[in-house]
């Protein structure tokens, strides 16, 4: 059985920084795309990073572009996220997501998806 599950969420001020971490088990990590989207309150779920299975190529979306970077670990079957310069616009649910493509994870079709982790941004 997959499990994906995410940690490192909390309540930061404006221009703060959070790292959060996936721990992947189940499945050949090593083998998978891995990413992260996110979900705000009242709006639909959104592709935050993904890289692919060696770590070689990282897409992110234009919001986050230059104050977030997504990373892994395949020795240890995790991926990170770290955010900084945060905004009261990133605050959401952030969920881990696993697909063999970084296409699907970007498009929202993965594989694998985790329970998530809130992170608050106050202004």
């Known amino acids: 059985q997959v499990q994906l599950v995410e940690s490192g969420g909390g309540l930061v001020q404006a221009g703060g920084s959070l790292r959060l971490s996936c721990a992947a088990s189940g499945l050949a990590f090593s083998n998978y795309a891995m990413g992260w989207i996110r979900q705000a309150p009242g709006k639909e779920r959104e592709f935050v990073a993904a890289?692919?299975?060696?770590?070689?190529?990282?897409f992110y979306a234009d919001s986050v572009k230059g104050r977030f970077t997504i990373s892994r670990d395949n020795t240890k079957n995790m991926v990170y996220l770290q955010m900084d310069g945060l905004k009261p616009e990133d605050t959401a649910i952030y969920f881990c997501?696993?697909?063999?493509?970084?296409?699907?994870?970007?498009?929202?079709?993965?594989?694998?998806r985790g329970q998530g982790t809130q992170v608050t941004v106050s202004s």
């Open positions: 890289l692919s299975w060696r770590g070689g190529n990282k």
């Open positions: 997501a696993a697909d063999p493509t970084t296409h699907r994870i970007e498009e929202g079709t993965y594989d694998y």
